[in-house]
């Protein structure tokens, strides 16, 4: 039983602490960099998307089935 107390505490400090930092600037920040990295990993693929389709073709029909 005093372990269950001993963690919800420990669970409501950190949350209280976690709540009082200021390091959401930094969380948004990281988000935003994660969001536009996402748009050019998708832009890149829809623009070479149809090369690398063909150039695997090419290689897989190039290969001879054994």
């Not at 600037?25 to 690398?52: H, R, S």
């Amino acid at each position: 039983m005093l372990s269950i107390v001993v963690a919800m505490q420990t669970f409501f400090l950190t949350t209280k602490d976690r709540l009082s930092r200021e390091n959401g600037a930094t969380a948004v920040e990281y988000g935003l960099l994660v969001g536009l990295i996402a748009v050019v990993i998708v832009v890149a693929l829809l623009l070479l998307g149809p090369k690398l389709a063909n150039l695997f073709t090419n290689v897989s029909n190039t290969i001879p089935e054994g």
